[in-house]
């Protein structure tokens, strides 16, 4: 009789590691906003940009990418979105913000003035020559 309760000791065990390794599993899955893709890819370029950024500061990186311009400004609605002015200078680097820049980056539902052209419109931003 002794010999079938440690049999059922470490069948305990074995069932209670088990169900808290399916337990960090679920936190990780579901409450941490952790994603496996991003694990899978993490030594790809930009890997898990599209979780950590807005997409409109994405898509200004991949409109000044496309269009292979040097140094850009932003217009003054988004210059006072500080969220965006930040993330758009540390992501777009080496590209540079200059104020004197030709180059401008407008919402998609702002106005631009008569004398400017747009290069390039997305979903969310459009670049504009003035």
């Given at each position: 009789?002794?010999?079938?309760?440690i049999?059922?000791?470490?069948?305990?065990?074995i069932?209670?590691?088990?169900?808290?390794?399916?337990?960090?599993?679920?936190?990780?899955d579901?409450?941490?906003?952790?994603?496996?893709?991003?694990?899978?890819?993490?030594?790809?370029?930009?890997?898990?940009?599209?979780?950590?950024?807005s997409?409109?500061?994405?898509e200004s990186?991949?409109i000044?990418?496309?269009?292979?311009?040097?140094?850009?400004?932003?217009?003054?609605?988004?210059?006072?979105?500080?969220y965006f002015?930040?993330?758009?200078?540390?992501?777009?680097?080496?590209?540079?913000?200059?104020?004197?820049?030709?180059?401008?980056?407008?919402?998609?539902?702002?106005?631009?003035?008569?004398?400017?052209?747009?290069?390039e419109?997305?979903?969310?931003?459009?670049?504009?020559?003035c």
């Amino acid at each position: 009789m002794l010999d079938y309760k440690i049999i059922d000791a470490k069948k305990l065990k074995i069932l209670f590691i088990i169900i808290c390794s399916l337990q960090i599993f679920y936190l990780f899955d579901s409450r941490s906003n952790f994603k496996i893709e991003i694990f899978k890819n993490a030594f790809s370029k930009n890997a898990g940009i599209i979780y950590a950024l807005s997409p409109s500061v994405v898509e200004s990186g991949e409109i000044l990418i496309k269009t292979k311009i040097l140094n850009f400004d932003l217009s003054n609605e988004l210059k006072k979105d500080t969220y965006f002015y930040q993330r758009s200078i540390e992501f777009n680097y080496p590209i540079r913000i200059k104020k004197d820049s030709n180059f401008i980056i407008y919402s998609i539902n702002e106005s631009i003035l008569n004398t400017c052209i747009i290069l390039e419109t997305g979903k969310y931003i459009k670049l504009v020559k003035c």
